[in-house]
């Protein structure tokens, strides 16, 4: 069945950048809708961004809107997250999800599939 993995993550500073790749195994990866999310320690799990399967569709959580830009590629399969002007408040170990109905949403409870997550530290 389809395993994802993140990888990408990192110490940086803050304004920074880095960015966060979701790798996959199996053919279904290219029709699933694929979210990130972080959590960090004592935190609820919380909406990042979301991708649908074409990559025409993306949504994203407010508090990353005009930092970070989610995107796809196919042919690997990997869906990538972009985090620019990194602020303290972004540290979070943050995880790839794939939704097998395409949908791109924010409730963590509408994906299927999810990886292990990155650790990614923004220091000031």
């Known amino acids: 069945q389809v395993q994802l993995v993140e990888s990408g993550g990192g110490l940086v500073q803050a304004g920074g950048s880095l960015r966060l790749s979701c790798a996959a195994s199996?053919?279904?990866?290219?029709?699933?809708?694929v979210g990130w999310f972080r959590q960090a320690p004592g935190k609820e799990r919380e909406f990042v961004a979301a991708?649908?399967?074409?990559?025409?569709?993306?949504y994203y959580a407010d508090s990353v809107k005009g930092r970070f830009t989610i995107f796809r590629d196919n042919a690997k399969p990997t869906v990538y997250l972009q985090m620019n002007n990194l602020k303290a408040a972004d540290t979070a170990v943050y995880y790839c999800?794939?939704?097998?109905?395409?949908?791109?949403?924010?409730?963590?409870?509408?994906?299927?599939?999810w990886g292990q997550g990155t650790q990614v530290t923004v220091s000031s």
């Open positions: 991708i649908s399967k074409n990559g025409r569709s993306t």
């Open positions: 999800a794939a939704n097998y109905r395409d949908i791109v949403v924010a409730p963590s409870t509408q994906y299927d599939l």
């Open positions: 199996g053919r279904a990866f290219s029709g699933y809708a």
